[in-house]
């Protein structure tokens, strides 16, 4: 009987030199030369965060995958459709330092797009045209937690592939998170990456992607060809059931790629991180000793529900930007006269995770203890 096919997924250190890294990365998976090609490096570049905050991808790594490619005679592209309908991605790159680290090669990838159609959603999906262009593409997620999607890992920073005002109106078509999980496996499908390098060097844990975790030290480099089992590997790193997620329970269905560790060549030093911590819209399916101690604590229905709680404003934090009106998908959100959020709200988070400041937030579970 022969064995099963296997995934190679190399866990790095990154204590040392980042450029010899990624050299020792790509001499197993990637190409020797990259001649005649075009390579699209895509960051993640949610929003205008200084790099120290972890919310994207490090410039540092980036730097060293751009110059990885151009010593292998690549034509490289840096790019990405940061979070937000009106946000410059050039701007974003900038205050990301994004900008500087691509080495002349960073291009605003929205202004040309190409309408393709969801393999299994149906949704129109506008997808800029260089993802679709590339030879080959080279993913750099960020090891982090996510309020929707609980992770953001290799699967889910190909929703950077999505220009404009779709990736909102995607949020609005799906309502909820299991059908949102299958428009980014569609998304995932227009053109899977070649090879995806996740920075690991910092993570976010709680309540990402952005202003509501915490900056948590790992300081490894994540890498395989397999975007599937390299989330499964963070799973598993963050203390979590991969099949419990609905992006890469979502994609282990489709078959594009390996979820099980038995399916899985991990090389390099695997650890959990001790009590990494999840979102509070993380709810694991519970032993029946557990589900019955959380049925004295919750009110009938609302370990199902309250995710579907409307974030939290923080009114001392907030600067009157508009950010969360204009990029709220549902428009449930006002300034004037003063800040509110209607019933319209379908607790996509997009508010929370784009507001420069952080100043909206997901109620933590304690909110709903009733003792």
């Known amino acids: ?37 075009t390579v699209l490096v895509k960051p993640n570049m949610v929003g205008p965060s200084a790099p120290e905050l972890g919310h994207t991808t490090h410039p540092e790594l980036l730097q060293a995958v751009v110059r990885a490619c151009l010593d292998r005679n690549a034509k490289v592209i ?54 679709l262009e590339a030879d080959y593409i080279i993913n750099l997620p960020v090891f982090k937690t996510h309020l929707g999607m609980i992770v953001t890992g290799a699967l889910k920073n190909t929703y950077g592939y999505v220009a404009g005002a779709c990736k909102a109106r995607l949020h609005l078509q799906a309502r909820s998170n299991e059908v949102f999980a299958r428009a980014v496996c569609d998304v995932f499908q227009v053109r899977p990456p070649d090879l995806n390098i996740m920075d690991a060097i910092t993570a976010i844990e709680g309540n990402g992607p952005c202003h509501g975790g915490q900056l948590r030290k790992v300081g490894k480099l994540l890498s395989s060809t397999d975007a599937l089992a390299l989330d499964a590997v963070m799973a598993r790193m963050m203390g979590v059931d991969p099949g419990l997620l609905p992006v890469q329970e979502q994609a282990r269905v489709r078959g594009l790629g390996a979820l099980e560790e038995s399916e899985i060549d991990v090389r390099g030093q695997f650890e959990v991180i ?69 019933d319209e709200c379908i607790a996509c988070f997009c508010c929370v995770e784009l507001c420069p400041e952080g100043a909206l937030e997901v109620p933590d579970i304690e909110v709903f203890r009733h003792y």
Request: charged share 20%; net charge negative.
């Open 274 to 342: 001790p009590n990494f911590r999840m979102p509070v819209t993380f709810a694991p399916q519970p032993d029946r000793e557990s589900a019955d101690e959380l049925k004295g604590l919750y009110p009938g229905g609302m370990m199902k529900g309250r995710v579907m709680s409307k974030p939290v404003y923080l009114e001392e934090l907030c600067v009157k930007c508009g950010d969360c009106v204009v990029n709220c998908p549902a428009e449930a959100l006002t300034l004037e006269p003063e800040f509110n959020i209607s």
């Open 78 to 131: 840096v790019g990405d459709n940061p979070g937000g309908i009106t946000r410059n991605s050039r701007n974003v790159a900038a205050a990301t330092g994004i900008l500087d680290a691509s080495e002349g090669c960073f291009t605003s990838i929205s202004e040309r797009v190409v309408e393709r159609i969801g393999i299994d959603t149906g949704y129109k999906l506008v997808i800029s045209g260089s993802v």
């Open 1 to 37: 009987m022969t064995a099963s096919p296997t995934s190679l997924v190399i866990i790095e250190p990154a204590s040392t030199d980042l450029r010899q890294k990624v050299e020792g990365i790509m001499e197993v998976l990637a190409p020797k030369t990259f001649t005649g090609a």
